[in-house]
């Protein structure tokens, strides 16, 4: 990988033959666990600025029309996650001579909290190529990483490292865009969603001033098919204008299904409503994984927000989609035939990608997967993709294939897991929209099929062969740090808590990812040998979860001693008030929660503070003061539960209760603290002028 420096600039050409198509990502680490920011993209012309307001790409504007630009959101990595942009460079426009990309922090958050500041960038394949990580943050609420322009021919990168005191408004006003200054904006609520009564000596909090950021480029929505005509936007955006949405997204009203089903017409519960996709006849491995391919792929073809959402970050280009099965390609003396195969064309270029399935567990064979990389190698196709239902891990790879580096093609391979596909569908369906009724119908049939118990795509569910003995080594303080199997557990452990945030962002319709508190750049193994050797030491399994827009990071904890799981969350007391009138509040704000909550306070040094069970503490919260007057900083809650004891997930399995207690905290506790975060712009605020 070549790491570069600030002002440094290098031709992409002199670090690899396919950079068509190439990925991003941005990162950033922070002591808390909870910083974040926002990547956006902007399209420059000769003279520096933005052809119009529609070259400007961000949360609210994510894909460009012609496929050339596509914001992926944040993917897990080993060392905590990364905002990724898919350029597809030989589709850029030929008028536009420079992609600028930069991040910003709302809110007055600054990126001088932030740590590892870093942008990399990836080919086709998958495979880095340069480096660029900005050590010298400070003030700044908005930052240029770094920008691909055009030079001689040829597409070049030059690390920026630029920052704006002025955020993304100054950011975007450089550029061309044009800024509404007065844009009203909304400031968070305190943490415990009251406004704390001063005491009649204290001097009055000064006002909190939030920085006006840059209004959105109005314009109709780009994820479109192409098949379809634009409508106008006006309707919607005098609709939007209207009622601003929770959340910022583009112009135009997608559809989405409603959250209330209708009144069923059936005369009684045993009758099954028909299905598109029926399970009840699978009978086989085979049976399942047939069917799940061919289904899935179908509905990938026919929905292009979902089809392109699962394989852009792959490389692939935006066109016209068909997929196949029961394809038979030559290799050696007997043909192989994969489950199935994705092709991609624009412009006349073809992207094709092999695709090898497994259902109910089963696992990836590397003589398999072998077979269809040396296919894909000489026929010239770009990726193979397996589906199967475990998490990849970076550095942990599923299987073990030899890549011949004397070749001159390279092809990618790539993962996805059952649960990602459902949590993309969730997410369409449920929470961003999708084209028309028929597509969100189609999502909704797909998701039905995965969710079904029959349909063996449920996701990661088996701990591993390691897990028992682990346990029973734990119980009988027979286990040895360095031993391998608490190694296995570890990454299984990992694995299940990306399917957690998953399953519970696609409920949510937020951002739900993993929390690792280490250092950019650290060996994903040897974090993972570290965190194995806690285990053999503690017999504890620990993640943390940060939840758009909650307060707090939520902790899991599995005691593998005592048989318990404890879900938890730290909320920071109010800077003003009495102490008496925190607790109240607080108690007041979980009168729904469970009764056996533990609440403990959490107060300055070493020692802690008052706890007890919520159910004692609501005719009492006063019992939640320190007796000695020591300074409040906040409290903790805490839920605990018996684990399940199988390494399965069956009603009695590890991961079933792990979900569930993940679940039942976020419902029964989170939600009754969760605050809005700072208002970033919506749809209407930008002048199309």
């Known amino acids: 990988m070549h790491e570069m420096v600030k002002g440094a600039n290098v031709d992409l050409a002199s670090l690899s033959e396919d950079i068509d198509s190439v990925v991003l990502g941005l990162s950033w680490t922070s002591a808390t666990g909870d910083g974040d920011a926002d990547v956006s993209v902007l399209l420059l012309d000769v003279d520096g600025k933005v052809r119009g307001d529609a070259d400007f790409f961000f949360y609210n504007n994510p894909v460009a029309a012609d496929g050339s630009v596509q914001l992926l959101g944040k993917t897990p990595t080993a060392d905590g996650s990364e ?51 900005i050590d010298d943050a400070g003030v700044e609420s908005a930052f240029i990483f ?13 690390a920026v490292g630029q920052g704006y005191e002025t955020g ?25 969603d009251q406004t704390p009564e001063p005491r009649p000596d204290a001097t009055p909090e000064p006002e909190r001033t939030v920085e006006p950021l840059p209004a959105v480029p109005r314009q109709p929505d780009r994820r479109a098919s192409a098949a379809e005509p634009a409508p106008t936007a006006e309707p919607a955006l005098a609709a939007a204008e209207k009622a601003p949405a929770r959340r910022p997204r583009t112009a135009r009203k997608k559809v989405t299904l409603p959250k209330v089903a209708k009144k069923s017409l059936a005369e009684n519960d045993s009758w099954r409503q028909a299905r598109l996709f029926p399970v009840s006849s699978l009978r086989s491995d085979r049976e399942r994984e047939t069917r799940a391919t061919s ?57 094709t ?3 090898e399935t497994k259902t109910n567990g089963n696992p990836l064979k590397a003589e398999q997967v072998q077979a269809y990389m040396d296919i894909a190698a000489r026929r010239g196709y770009e990726a193979v993709i397996t589906l199967s239902n475990d998490v990849a891990l970076e550095g942990s790879p599923l299987v073990d294939v030899r890549i011949d580096r004397r070749r001159k093609h390279k092809v990618a391979l790539r993962h996805l897991s059952w649960a990602e596909v459902a949590h993309q569908a969730q997410m369409l369906i449920r929470h961003e929209g999708v084209g028309n009724a028929a597509q969100a119908w189609l999502l909704q049939e797909l998701l039905h099929y995965l969710q079904h118990e029959n349909s063996g795509c449920h996701g990661f569910q088996n701990m591993g062969p390691a897990w028992v003995p682990v346990r029973n080594a734990i119980d009988e303080e027979t286990l040895c740090q360095g031993d391998q199997r608490a190694l296995e557990v570890v990454e299984n452990w990992e694995r299940l808590i990306r399917q957690v945030c998953l399953r519970l962002g696609g ?27 806690g285990l053999c030491r503690d017999g504890r399994l620990g993640a943390e979860l940060r939840i758009e827009g909650t307060p707090g990071i939520l902790a899991v904890t599995a005691d593998l001693r005592t048989g318990k799981l404890r879900t938890s969350v730290e909320i920071t007391a109010p800077e003003q008030g009495y102490p008496l009138t925190w607790v109240k509040r607080l108690v007041r704000q979980l009168a729904e929660a469970p009764a056996d909550l533990h609440v403990e306070t959490l107060v300055e040094g070493e020692g802690g503070g008052p706890r007890g069970t919520l159910e004692r503490l609501r005719p009492e919260p006063g019992d939640l003061l320190p ?15 018996g684990m399940g004891s199988t390494r399965g997930n069956a009603e009695t399995g590890f991961i079933r209760s792990v979900d569930d207690a993940v679940h039942r905290f976020h419902a029964g506790v989170v939600t009754h603290l969760e605050r809005r975060p700072s208002r970033r712009p919506s749809g209407s605020e930008l002048p199309t002028g």
């Open 507 to 533: 409920e949510l319709g937020r951002k739900v990812l993993p929390v690792q508190r280490v250092r950019r750049g650290a060996d994903p193994q040897s974090r993972r040998v570290a965190l194995a050797d």
């Open 353 to 355: 990608a092999l695709v």
């Open 295 to 351: 289904i899935l792929l179908s509905v990938m073809a026919q929905v292009p927000e979902f089809g392109r959402r699962l394989t852009a970050a792959f490389g692939a280009p935006a066109g016209r989609m068909e997929t196949f099965t029961e394809v038979s390609l030559p290799h050696g003396d007997s043909p192989r035939r994969p489950d199935g195969v994705i092709r991609v064309e624009r412009a006349g270029r073809l992207w």
């Open 627 to 641: 007796k000695d007057g020591a300074r409040i900083t906040g409290f903790r809650l805490s839920l605990f539960k």
């Open 83 to 133: 905002d990724r942009i898919s350029l597809d460079l030989a589709a850029m426009p030929p008028d536009v001579e420079c992609v600028v990309v930069g991040a910003s922090r709302y809110g007055g958050a600054r990126f001088g909290e932030l740590d590892g500041l870093r942008v990399t960038l990836a080919d086709r394949a998958g495979e880095v190529l340069l480096g660029f990580s």
């Open 168 to 192: 993304l408004a100054g950011l975007a006003t450089d550029f061309g865009i044009d800024v509404e200054d007065d844009a009203e904006e909304e400031s968070a609520t305190p943490v415990l």
């Open 146 to 158: 770094g920008e691909i322009y055009r030079r001689g021919g040829s597409w070049r990168f030059r």
